[in-house]
């Protein structure tokens, strides 16, 4: 079966401007967890959303915002773009979510670069 | 504490021999624990986990060892192969987020 699609793979973007990713789980899964991911910091939690509601929040600024479709496809969002905001974005799915101890599978992550 | 924590940045070892990466964490009600691969250029991927009512899980060359008394995970490899160099990172199930560790990196000597 077709794995977590991440899309776009890069993207390079000024400081000011919004971004927007997007995450298809893989088919059945309904739970989707967003990370970000950089060298200093490792890889952080940022929300996870289930049945198109978010279940769990990291500590990240109300820049960083998500949304979960009917078909269980996510998007995550960051505005007003910042330089430190330059990381690896990573989606993971699951059937049930962290809350059940469901295997996570992830995407291969879209590289977001802020200039 | 905040923290799920990797001992060694770094670790070389021998191809043939057997890898052992450790993890400390401090949250003692995390109940779920998980190890990743991380290779270059790709997202982490699931290797194996364990829960807390366990001491150890055996997958295929992969065992994971949990500690609970003194909070301590550790993924033992065996006959490590060059295709096991990567980034390997412990994470915990800490009210209901999956919280990760910094990460061993670690390399396969020819």
């Known amino acids: 079966k077709a794995g977590v699609t991440q899309t776009p793979r890069y993207l390079i973007k000024t400081r000011g401007q919004q971004v927007t990713l997007s995450c298809s789980p893989i088919s059945g899964h309904r739970s989707v967890s967003w990370y970000q991911q950089t060298p200093g910091q490792g890889l952080q939690f940022l929300f996870e959303y289930f049945s198109e509601t978010q279940r769990n929040k990291g500590n990240f600024p109300g820049r960083f915002s998500g949304r979960q479709f009917s078909n269980s496809r996510s998007e995550m969002n960051v505005s007003t773009l910042e330089l430190g905001d330059s990381a690896l974005y990573l989606c993971a799915s699951s059937r049930q979510g962290p809350s059940m101890n469901t295997e996570a599978f992830f995407g291969q992550g879209t590289r977001l670069t802020v200039v | 504490g905040e923290s799920v924590g990797l001992h060694l940045p770094t670790l070389s070892v021998q191809e043939g021999d057997n890898s052992i990466i450790n993890c400390a964490y401090s949250n003692s009600a995390s109940d779920y624990f998980i190890w990743y691969k991380q290779e270059s250029g790709k997202g982490p991927q699931f290797i194996i986990d364990?829960?807390?009512?366990?001491d150890k899980r055996q997958g295929q060359r992969v065992t994971v060892l949990l500690n609970k008394t003194v909070k301590h995970l550790s993924l033992q490899i065996a006959a490590t192969q060059p295709g096991d160099s990567a980034v390997y990172f412990c994470?915990?199930?800490?009210?209901?987020?999956?919280?990760f560790g910094k990460g061993t990196r670690l390399h396969i000597l020819p």
């Open positions: 364990i829960r807390s009512n366990m």
């Open positions: 994470a915990e199930n800490r009210d209901d987020k999956i919280i």
